[in-house]
């Protein structure tokens, strides 16, 4: 039998139930290094080997990727699959193709980038998730079938793959085992993107098969174009959620705050992910109250898609990825605010200000910025003021990929963190370095049938090493709670499922949230701690 | 005749093949912002990692750029391979002097070339003629010895690592060998040739004989001219011609942050680009919306 180390990228295709098995991981630090801290991976179900491709690596994150029940079925599978990747180097696909060409071209196999990748060292070095892996994959099937020449030529370049449904599902499959962070080409000698493959494969999947994973498309940006969000949050169900946000806030600070929405001309439009108006209320509340104290002119839009900075269109489908941005845009444009402020959501930064820059034909533009300068604005000229020993416990921050890695958003949060949190330590690596939480690129959502698994014990498990890291003088002590500062709603996602995957936060007190929750925590101004977990704990 | 002729007409090949190839990488599409952080060209925020982007209200406020930063920070990558040090320094070692000695090897050839033409010229390339003859004839021996010395033990060492690495060997394709065992080949048939005399000034006659297309041959020689000339017109065709791919992926893509602001040059560059018609479509159900195309 062949051991899994030596797997190479032409057996993808090979004949077997399951290509790797994860039960070789990275070792954890201290306190999870001790036995029993970690639970294994639960068996994969036999109904799921029949309905989906477990046959990977035991995980499934395309849904809706079925076995085909026909051989006519399987060479339809196939025949699909060719044709989008022959439309991947065509003008259908203009917006990549000359950062594409490069990568499929230039890569010099030189394995630099796999020390960078979290998922592979996570994995425990798994071959399977080295990033070269997938793109030699994808060199491979494209040279087999889109490069002249005979036998001869293609055992020379390399195109000495067999092609059957296995070999395409797996890697559809693996595309999505990639959080498209890009830290792998900050490493690349000669300024390569492997993550690029693994959008193009999902492209593929998405716009030429009609395959994606629900999460993501169904109930993600098909959702958000016809309901306004991907919550599925329709435009009453908004203004009753902004109702009870400000009856929340009295209750929690004992001040009245009216949050405006849709007022015309406003200075700024903020826009939340709506999944915090669901999930984590005190988010948007917290900006709220922040800006009311320092008498920013503001509102919230509850128009379609006004409400929800959300673009999952960005992981998989550009066509997707360009109808949301146009949509959200067009809100703003029709209010007639001056800028478009987007609140703690990382990839709603990337979308909106920095892939849909290249979007908009001049009148349809609105500057587009993130809410973090503004923040530090704020709080540089007074006009927010903390008292810094309201936040006196373990406080580190995550850098959420796109906001940091590929906006350069980098020293505004750590001088309010300086300012607010005495106890701030950063993570190792950190900054532009940093690790991805793991949830990036629509892992955060997606958890059905098993791929929450693989998010919480492969994907974040460098991120959760960081933390225990980054805490590692008072992660024993349970009185000291230790807070995981993560200014991105699907890092925060990521984060809450991994604190309770491994319990954390019941064993050690290990708590997260956003940057702005813990400002207002330390606001001046209120009494009563903002942090729920802070009302019956004494600092 | 033939020889000499031959040996321009390939150089020639590779330099114009080499502008052809930046030529259809600069012709592409505007494609979308992709860029990576640090981008040097963000003065003093690079240092960190920072961008335009931390400043509030960006689009008001004077962009600055350091092109020295982007000089310095290209001039890492090219002299030294950078990113190679500081992320894989056990195949640095091999890379860089391989890559060291063909910057040796280029200024050996431009050398031979000055001295061709100083010797045509009438004055002798020797160590004692004039400070000028003795600079080219010194140099050109320095050039030339350590330039085959590192580009060759770099050659063999990159080869090596491929063969005998577990890793990379998965990896590595026929044609990637092919691409190392000729420029090996290339440079073995130059030592070959060149060694008997360590001076090079049989290197700068053969080099004046080329040029006057006087060149006269001998086994040896042709064998070497014509693992030569292949090697020069192979690899502008070839993944080795990543001299051009790099200045692409990191001025055009990674280092590349230019927002579309009213009234400047990336705005019409856009506006251009989305006027564009598209003849390929995708055929996804919802591809097929008016919208989506």
Redo the contacts between chains.
Sequence with gaps: MMKEK?L??KELGRPAEQLIHLDQLMPLSFPYDQPGMETDFPAVKPEWQEKYCTSLDGCVAIDTLTRPKTEEEEKEFIQ?FL??LG?VF???N??????L???F????????C???CHVYKGSGENELY?P?FRS?VFRKIFNQYFTSGGKLKK????ADIEVNWETVARLGELAYRCNLC?RC?????????NSLFAKEIRKIF?????IAPTPLHAKGT?LQLKTGSSTGIGKAAFLDMIEFLEEDIEDRIGRKVKIPIDKEGADILLSHNAGEFVAWPENPAAFAILFEEAGVDWTLSSEMLGYDSVNYGIWYDD??AK?VALKQMKVAKELGVK?MVIGECGHAHKAL???A??????EE?I?V??W???M??LVRTGRLRFDPEKNNFPVTLHDPCNM?????????QRNILKVIAPQFREMTPH???NYCCGGGSGFAIMSSPNFGQFRDKVSARMKFDQILRAFSDTIIDKSIPKYVCAPCSNCKGTIREILSHYQATDKFNVRYGGLVDLMVNGLASIDKPYLEFLSDQQI | MILGLSIIISACLFLGLSAYKAFQ?AQ????????????PL?KE?HI????????????SKPREISKTAELIDMLK?MLF?K??F???RS?WWA?YIFHLGIYFLIAWMLLLITGALTDLAGASVNAHQTLWTAFLYYLTIFTGLVGFAITTAGAALLLLRRIFDP??K???????Y?NLVLLLAALLSGIIIWSPDLTFETARQVTADVMTLSVVPNTALVIHFILLEVTFIYIPLS?MS?YV??Y???H???WE?E??L?GSEM?NK??N??G?K??????????QEP??K
Excluded at chain 1, 185 to 193: I, K, Y
Excluded at chain 2, 28 to 36: N, S, T, V
Excluded at chain 2, 49 to 59: N, V
Excluded at chain 2, 170 to 176: G, H, N, P, S
Aim: aromatic residues 10%; neutral net charge; contains cysteine.
């Design positions: 030596d190479r990228p699909q044709s989008g439309k065509s003008d259908a203009n917006s990549v193709l000359q950062p060409k490069l990568s071209e230039y890569c010099a196999k030189c394995n630099t796999s020390d960078a080295r070269i030699d055992k020379f370049i390399g890009r080409a900050q490493t690349c000698p000669l300024g390569l993107d998405s716009q030429e098969m009609g098909m066509a997707q109808k800028r200000g920095v892939v820059d290249r979007y908009v034909y001049p533009k500057p910025e993130s973090i300068p503004i530090w604005e940091v890695r590929q906006m350069g958003i980098v020293q505004p900054g532009v370095d | 990488y592409m599409p505007l494609h979308g912002r992709m860029e990576l952080y640090p981008v963000e925020r960190y990692g920072g961008s335009y982007m931390e400043e509030p209200q960006w689009w990558e391979i990113k190679l500081d992320h894989q195949l890379s890793v990379l998965k990896y590595t394709t026929l044609q990637e092919f993944k990543h791919g790099k692409f992926s990191f055009k893509v990674l942050n927002p579309n009213n705005e856009i506006k680009a989305l564009n598209v003849y390929t479509l995708w055929s996804a159900p919802h591809m919208s989506a």
